[in-house]
């Protein structure tokens, strides 16, 4: 079996950065941040930025969702399931507060992109969300952090760990 690398942003990793490799994906991350794909929070891939105690809270993280399509039989579009999204986490959410949900190119791909802050037991958070559909799933990738969270060079290296990915098809 042979697997080609589509829809890749980055050729190669960051100097001095970390490879994370399973049959669906690849991404690159900073020696800062850890990879966990034990199934914790049932995704598929988490990572945590050093000194977040994710049995305590939530933190600085990444995580990687996978859905089965099939899961979902009443949702046909793309633009459905970002909708079905956005209303569950409104569901499980305190005040949350939506920045910026429309239609976004993630990888040449298709996807729909929500920036917002919402509260989550007594914790005022920054979600930013992508939804896409690749082959008989959708996949949800969101980074999380603090609303009071201040340090752009970790949002920006968040943002770079995101567009590594690089999809990998059968």
């Not at 050729?11 to 690849?26: I, R």
């Not at 970790?154 to 690089?166: D, M, P, Y």
Request: charged letters at 25%.
């Amino acid at each position: 079996m042979s697997a080609l690398l589509v829809s890749c942003q980055r050729d190669a990793c960051e100097a001095n950065w970390l490879k994370h490799e399973n049959k669906h994906f690849t991404l690159c991350y900073p020696k800062t941040w850890s990879a966990d794909d034990s199934g914790v929070f049932d995704a598929e891939l988490i990572l945590i930025h050093s000194g977040t105690n994710v049995k305590v809270d939530l933190g600085r993280n990444i995580n990687i969702i996978k859905q089965n399509k099939a899961h979902f039989p009443e949702i046909k579009t793309l633009q459905e399931y970002a909708d079905f999204s956005k209303n569950q986490i409104f569901e499980y959410l305190e005040a949350p507060k939506i920045k910026f949900f429309k239609a976004y190119n993630f990888s040449n791909i298709e996807s729909y992109k929500l920036v917002m802050t919402a509260m989550q037991n007594g914790r005022d958070l920054f979600f930013e969300q992508y939804f896409f559909k690749y082959e008989n799933n959708f996949y949800v990738i969101t980074f999380t952090t603090t609303a009071s969270d201040k340090d752009t060079a970790l949002k920006n290296e968040a943002r770079k760990i995101i567009e590594s990915i690089q999809l990998l098809e059968k």
